[in-house]
């Protein structure tokens, strides 16, 4: 069903997901992270992969922690530690919705390209971003290529490990000269050609057969889980 969704479909989605997870309040935070799992089981299985991620878990364990044993007043006590039950539930309703947030702009990543994202925008008033957003994606690989090439050339010549917080500062600041020279080539080349945002084009954007059925879907489901 997921190759029938086109770019309003995914966007419907990716906006529910998101409504659902802001203004759900208290435990129907599970609710909204419901929502997004059965959205990324029906369109977007690859979403699941932010899952595996480690630096997601370590973040949802700060935030645990901290939500527990620095909100809200003491009512019992880990070891010799204050803590209080009602920060740990405050901090597994914020986890809630991470992890809901999470999956949206994953699964919105995996299913509209930027460049379809700007088309959207585009068609709304903001002219030349799929230019722009073409020219940083253009930008990736060559930063890429020159953090690699840098930290080569300095392994070459006696960098040591005990220097590697040095060795990334310079990696960075190539990478980043690198791409501002690369960026002005191919604005200049793009200004040669007589290119002009505000004659610019939208992209063109997919359209799936169940996008407005979805929409409508999402919507009344939505309402009813905020009247409800």
């Not at 007043?73 to 740990?88: M, N």
């Not at 709304?124 to 994606?137: I, M, P, Y």
Request: charged share 15%; net charge positive; with cysteine.
């Amino acid at each position: 069903m997921a190759d029938r969704l086109g770019t309003p479909g995914y966007l419907c989605c990716f906006a529910a997901s998101m409504a659902a997870a802001v203004l759900l309040p208290g435990w129907r935070s599970l609710l909204a992270l419901a929502l997004a799992v059965c959205l990324a089981l029906l369109f977007y299985r690859a979403a699941f992969r932010a899952l595996t991620h480690p630096g997601l878990w370590v973040f949802i364990a700060m935030l645990l922690v901290s939500m527990t044993f620095w909100v809200g007043e003491p009512t019992t006590h880990v070891g010799s530690l204050p803590a209080s039950l009602t920060g740990l539930a405050v901090g597994v309703q914020m986890s809630l919705r991470a992890i809901t947030i999470t999956l949206a702009v994953r699964g919105l990543a995996a299913r509209v390209s930027p460049g379809e994202s700007a088309g959207l925008l585009e068609r709304v008033g903001v002219k030349g971003l799929g230019f722009t957003v073409g020219v940083a994606f253009n930008l990736l690989p060559s930063m890429e290529q020159s953090v690699r090439q840098t930290l080569d050339t300095a392994r070459l010549r006696g960098g040591t490990v005990w220097r590697r917080p040095r060795l990334l500062r310079l990696a960075a600041l190539t990478a980043l000269t690198t791409a501002v020279r690369r960026a002005e080539a191919v604005a200049a080349a793009a200004e040669v050609r007589g290119f002009s945002p505000e004659r610019s084009r939208p992209l063109p954007l997919r359209h799936g057969r169940y996008d407005l059925l979805l929409g409508l879907t999402l919507t009344a489901t939505l309402a009813t889980l905020l009247l409800t």
